[in-house]
């Protein structure tokens, strides 16, 4: 090969070579095709989705700033309500007899005093008589002691007699005494007995007028919760008639298990929710706290609470929440605001006004609508708390968008 054919051919592959090279530049210099402005690459690598002030308020996106607070725990307990023992009469007698009227029934409303039954008691007539026939021995005694003592001072009686009369005049007294307090047991009031007594006063052949009727009262304000005779029915002596309880004040009775003893304090707020009243909650405070069921392993706790409508009803099944606080603070978000990405948990943090940032976060212990974050936040960081779900779709959105 002559050096002229040399030099042709050298510089045939230097042109080849030159357009080569300048083609792979035009391609490699070719701008990419622009990004959606609803995400783009952030510095760091993480993905920025931006919102301006129409989306977000369309989105109902809610942004808060994080800060360590003590948070609540919620326990749910169930129970049933009851009685207020402590407002509760068992109306009974304490002599036997007949039921001769029932004056109430179930649901009645009745006031300290009013009277419930009628009985027809024949051991109440035979103390009636009993009373009254030491009633006039009484002023039969009393009358010979008044004239001893005119007597004795007009010499016209001995001492001796005197005091025999008068000691005779001292135990009608007490035999009298005895008779009235007879009828106190057997429930008769001051006003039968003042009636009984003047009765025989105003009765010259000292007879007086015995009735064998009893009233049973009410002894507190309250409603007719149970009836237990019925007319004519014979009753024995201190068997419950009726009961009458104060509905206005009830008991609630929750089992708590003894995982969540160390929880529950005597004074502590819980919220009850009867099962037959949706939506309908009442407040009250624990008051006392049971021992252990060994079966059961769960211990009975007593909570007190306001029934001014008088909706709860006695057997009714509730569900209460008792409100637990921790024992040191935290860092809680609200649980819509931790969102599941890739695999991950992610809050969107606020980079800037309308931009947001998925940061991946720790989750530790749960709270009443609130989470906590053990890490990937710091006390003074603002996040979208409402509103997360829709920056998780446009960064979802975006990411299918590059893929294709």
């Not at 005093?113 to 009633?135: F, M, T």
């Not at 006003?191 to 009765?199: N, P, Q, T």
């Not at 706790?301 to 709860?312: G, M």
């Not at 006004?353 to 749960?366: K, N, Q, S, Y």
């Amino acid at each position: 090969m002559t050096r002229s054919t040399r030099k042709k051919i050298a510089r045939i592959t230097l042109t080849g070579t030159l357009a080569v090279a300048l083609g792979m530049g035009l391609a490699c210099s070719k701008a990419p095709p622009d990004k959606p402005k609803a995400a783009r690459t952030g510095d760091a690598g993480q993905r920025i989705v931006t919102l301006d002030a129409g989306r977000m308020k369309a989105a109902g996106i809610q942004i808060i700033t994080v800060r360590e607070v003590l948070p609540v725990r919620e326990v749910g307990l169930t129970g049933s309500a009851a009685y207020d023992e402590t407002r509760t009469a068992r109306i009974s007698s304490r002599i036997s007899g007949r039921v001769l009227t029932l004056l109430k029934d179930f649901g009645s409303h009745v006031r300290r005093g009013d009277v419930l039954c009628i009985l027809d008691s024949p051991d109440l007539g035979e103390a009636q008589a009993e009373y009254l026939s030491r009633l006039a021995e009484y002023r039969v005694v009393k009358k010979s002691a008044q004239r001893a003592r005119r007597l004795v001072e007009q010499k016209a009686i001995s001492q001796g007699e005197y005091l025999e009369r008068d000691g005779a005049l001292l135990r009608a007294e007490a035999t009298l005494a005895f008779a009235e307090n007879r009828l106190h047991l057997f429930d008769m009031g001051e006003e039968g007995i003042r009636r009984l007594r003047e009765s025989l006063r105003n009765d010259p052949a000292l007879h007086g007028v015995v009735s064998p009727k009893l009233a049973v009262r009410s002894p507190i304000d309250g409603t007719v919760t149970r009836l237990e005779v019925s007319t004519g029915e014979v009753v024995d002596r201190l068997q419950t008639l009726l009961v009458v309880s104060d509905l206005s004040r009830m008991w609630a009775w929750l089992d708590v298990y003894e995982k969540d003893l160390g929880s529950v304090r005597r004074g502590q707020p819980v919220e009850i929710e009867p099962q037959a009243l949706p939506g309908t909650v009442f407040r009250g405070e624990i008051d006392f706290i049971g021992e252990v069921e060994p079966r059961t392993r769960a211990a009975r706790v007593r909570v007190r609470l306001a029934n001014p409508e008088r909706r709860l009803l006695p057997g009714m099944f509730v569900r209460a929440t008792l409100h637990v606080p921790a024992l040191k603070e935290a860092l809680v978000v609200p649980r819509e605001a931790v969102q599941q990405l890739e695999g991950r948990k992610v809050v969107f943090l606020e980079t800037g006004e309308g931009r947001f940032c998925p940061v991946d976060v720790r989750l530790g212990e749960a709270f009443d609508g609130q989470v906590e974050i053990a890490g990937g936040l710091s006390n003074g960081d603002r996040i979208a708390a409402r509103g997360a779900f829709t920056l998780k779709g446009e960064l979802l959105k975006e990411q299918l968008g590059e893929e294709e």
